[in-house]
């Protein structure tokens, strides 16, 4: 019997990258920060993501059907928090950022790492989370930074170099 | 229009944990390395891993039904290197390790960060890949260690305590 907090706990050995995920259409504009996304393939080019079905973003996102994978650097570690709710949650969490649209209308942040501009093409209900699966139609790739990875329930950067 | 290559280039900014894909019964035993795993809910305790399916492991994976994600730490990256194949390719890159099995199996690696023993729930191919959605039925935890990341093209150690 695997459960919910021994999942957890081994989850957290899983390092993995810190995005936004952002947006906009009939349904307003709306972002969440998530941990789970992961690349499925490059032809064509889709990529995953898990979304709580509890977080105000996630009937948004689909009813749009559009979203953009915004993946943060190290530098972007208070905007994570802005979108994760855990500052002011009523403040607009977009303000104070550069963002432009590239394809579908959804977000990208202008100073991401990379920008991931999709449709998305399946979404299913997984117990608490949706799994979406996206076709990415547009895409930006930033300069070299450090990489924001959350891994042992803590943020971490990692250096662009690999470290000797 | 997103190439191949270009997605690549994003992918490549998005730091992703390395793991050990294994699985053993009729149709035999195999592993391969992976990057493209992600956590989906807790309830069922779910994960979706994608796997190439020009992989020697692909159809093993699928006919067994069965597979093990064992999550690496800083220690593995010769393991890792053996189970892409990147040593002596017709060497059995499970020698030299210690291997258990829990509910289903598929070896789990003993000193693995974490290990999640895993039922297949569904599998979608999606261009040259397959979205294997897994349920898991048994898991073990590590001990603390760093965490073995791929970022940028290289191999990176993270730490288990954050740096200040």
């Known amino acids: 019997m695997v ?3 021994l999942f957890r706990e081994g989850m957290a050995r899983l390092g993995a990258a810190v995005a936004i995920v952002t947006t906009d259409g009939p349904a307003g504009r709306r972002g969440l920060t998530v941990s789970a996304v992961c690349s499925v393939t490059d032809s064509p080019p889709s990529l995953m993501v898990c979304i709580n079905r509890a977080s105000r973003s996630h009937p948004v996102v689909l009813a749009n059907g559009v979203l953009c994978v915004n993946v943060l650097n190290g530098g ?8 994760a709710g855990r500052r002011a949650p009523d403040a607009d969490p977009f303000l104070g950022e550069d963002w432009r649209t590239l394809a579908t209308g959804a977000p ?10 999709c449709r998305i093409k399946l979404a299913r209900e997984i117990g608490t989370h949706s799994a979406i699966l996206c076709e990415v139609e547009a895409m930006t790739v930033g300069s070299d930074a450090d990489a924001l990875v959350y891994f042992n329930r803590r943020f971490h950067h990692l250096p662009w170099e690999a470290s000797a």
């Open 3 to 5: 459960t919910a907090n």
């Open 76 to 83: 972007h570690e208070p905007l994570s928090q802005a979108f």
């Open 108 to 117: 990208a942040l202008a100073s991401a790492a990379a920008a991931f501009d």
